[in-house]
């Protein structure tokens, strides 16, 4: 069974308007952390938001922040205000177990993304 | 500029070649990381090493080969692979002993296997 789901294969958005991107998890363990990645054409991996499972405010980047719903284990990104330059693949990721395991027990689990068009 | 630098960007090899992948990471991270990336599946993950030492093998075909000589530099050695190998590459780092910190990925390498 998938850990991460993205069910949006590929979003559109108008320039200037917020956009949410979904992202349900799957996991037992009651410590986890949840990411968000975006992948432009060039390849690299930017990381854009963090939200750990005991947090008990939604996690807030500048124009990026996470929908966290505990209960309904979702964390979708919603991204206001969309540029042209946020045309991307986005990924949502789940690492399992505390936040101080670090090391060995910190692997990524990824979804397989999201591609964002935003049109002019 | 990233602080993951991976290279090559791209290469293609044929099945009876020998190449290696190189990943080099300047943010004093104690964690280091293969990802495989395929067309239309999720990232997968390869291998992972902490403090040079090798903590995960995910059940990877012996063809692909790591090799972490201190904590700042991780290879992938290629040897006998097949098209399906075809992927984008890509490496990572973390600051190991902080889980709630983000690990940083290289703009990878994209094999194609001709």
């Known amino acids: 069974a998938q850990k991460i789901t993205q069910t949006q294969p590929g979003m559109f958005v108008q320039e200037k308007e917020a956009v949410t991107l979904d992202c349900t998890y799957d996991t037992s363990d009651p410590s986890y952390g949840l990411f968000w990645y975006k992948q432009p054409s060039s390849g690299e991996m930017i990381f854009l938001i963090y939200q750990g499972s005991y947090d008990q405010q939604n996690a807030t980047e500048g124009r990026y922040s996470l929908n966290f719903q505990k209960a309904r284990k979702s964390a979708n990104l919603v991204i206001s205000a969309s540029q042209l330059g946020d045309s991307a693949m986005y990924f949502c990721?789940?690492?399992?177990?505390?936040?101080?395991?670090?090391?060995?027990?910190?692997?990524?689990?990824f979804g397989k993304g999201t591609l964002l068009t935003v049109n002019p | 500029e990233t602080g993951v630098t991976q290279t090559p960007r791209h290469l293609v090899m044929g099945m009876t070649n020998k190449k290696s992948l190189k990943c080099e990471q300047h943010l004093g991270h104690n964690a280091m990381y293969w990802y495989k990336q395929s067309a239309k599946k999720p990232l997968e993950l390869m291998f992972v090493y902490n403090f040079k030492e090798q903590t995960e093998n995910n059940s990877v075909p012996s063809r692909f080969s790591p090799e972490c000589p201190n904590s700042s530099h991780l290879f992938l050695h290629l040897h006998t692979l097949q098209p399906e190998d075809s992927a984008l590459y890509l490496c990572a780092s973390s600051q190991g002993s902080q889980g709630n910190t983000e690990a940083f990925f290289g703009q990878g390498t994209r094999l194609t296997v001709v």
């Open positions: 990721a789940m690492r399992e177990g505390p936040e101080n395991s670090g090391g060995s027990n910190y692997k990524l689990t």
